[in-house]
């Protein structure tokens, strides 16, 4: 083996959906395809694709052979898009690699467990400090891309730019009474982003949720019959700063906090996490 693919082209290579949706730019940024080369005498003389060198020994599972090609795991592929990605940016890529994008009952494709110990096993390798930080802030579980947008802005500490909440999860499974399983024809309902302890559920507005209304509603009233409070998230509240702030002190309240920011970096990192959101419409 001379080399693998590695880099948003093995991002582009696995099957990550959701990834593939927020980092469609960066991938189609390559350009040619980027390769890892693990020697100096394998460096190709032609410009027709991008590498990096790896000298370093590898962790277990590091490169998978598919046929006659050979990729970066989708683990080494986190390690080396860390050292390229600013906190934020590889926190949001955590999450992504760990959702669950084809419904709360759908496997993940990688757990954040797999991911940490491969972390955590690659010692000396470049982005490993940021990559083991982001996964400290990053959850598994989410169902869609604009969930751990609200996780973002709701949990991560002040110095990141959130609100510094704890206990949230994503896509909380919540048993329905019997009158609630009937109305609703199933046994369980999950919370988008709910914090179980206190009883708060945040559900985000996606653009499907105009299709239906009638089940949203029906749902709602389960879980404020239950005693949860239901916060309904629009897309204006986390893309308009005004709306934002105006969501934040209600939210606040709701989980009796004050808003006491007391780091000079909440601010330029609020707007880094503004900057990320996805500026593509249909993406939800």
């Known amino acids: 083996m001379d080399r693998c693919l590695s880099h948003e082209s093995a991002l582009a290579y696995w099957p990550l959906s959701l990834a593939h949706s927020y980092f469609a730019e960066d ?19 032609s410009n027709s694709s991008t590498h990096s060198v790896c000298s370093l020994s590898l962790p277990e599972q590091s490169i998978m ?12 592929m986190f390690l080396q898009l860390a050292h390229r990605y600013d906190l934020h940016k590889t926190i949001l890529l ?23 110990k491969f972390v955590r096993d690659a010692t000396g390798y470049f982005g490993r400090k940021r990559a083991l930080r982001a996964l400290a802030y990053a959850k598994g579980g989410a169902c869609s891309i604009m ?10 500490p002040h110095v990141l730019g959130g609100l510094g909440l704890k206990g949230g999860v ?10 609630s399983s009937k109305a609703l024809k199933k046994k369980y309902c999950f919370i988008d982003y709910c914090f179980p302890r206190d009883k ?18 029906l749902r709602t009233t389960a879980l404020l019959n239950m005693g949860y409070t239901v916060v309904p998230i629009s897309k204006s509240q986390l893309y308009d700063p005004d709306s934002r702030m105006q969501l934040f002190e209600y939210v606040a309240r709701k989980h009796k ?7 000079s970096k909440y ?3 609020l707007r880094r996490i503004h900057v990320l959101l996805p500026r593509v419409p249909q993406v939800q």
Do not use: W
């Not at 991938?27 to 003389?45: H, L, Q, V």
């Not at 959702?99 to 797999?114: E, T």
């Open 27 to 45: 991938i189609a940024a390559t350009g040619n395809e980027y390769y890892t080369i693990f020697a100096k005498i394998d460096r190709p003389r």
């Open 65 to 76: 052979n598919r046929g006659s090609a050979s990729v970066a795991s989708p683990p080494l």
């Open 94 to 116: 955590a999450n992504l690699l760990c959702a669950r994008p084809n419904g709360p009952y759908s496997k993940p494709f990688l757990s954040k467990k797999q991911l940490s």
């Open 147 to 156: 969930e751990i947008f609200v996780d973002m802005f709701l949990g991560l």
């Open 170 to 179: 994503f896509n909380h499974a919540v048993k329905l009474p019997a009158i």
């Open 200 to 217: 708060i559920a945040y559900e985000y507005l996606g653009a499907h949720h105009e299709r239906t209304v009638d089940k949203d509603s």
């Open 257 to 263: 906090v004050r808003i006491r920011i007391r780091t």
């Open 267 to 269: 601010e330029s990192s």
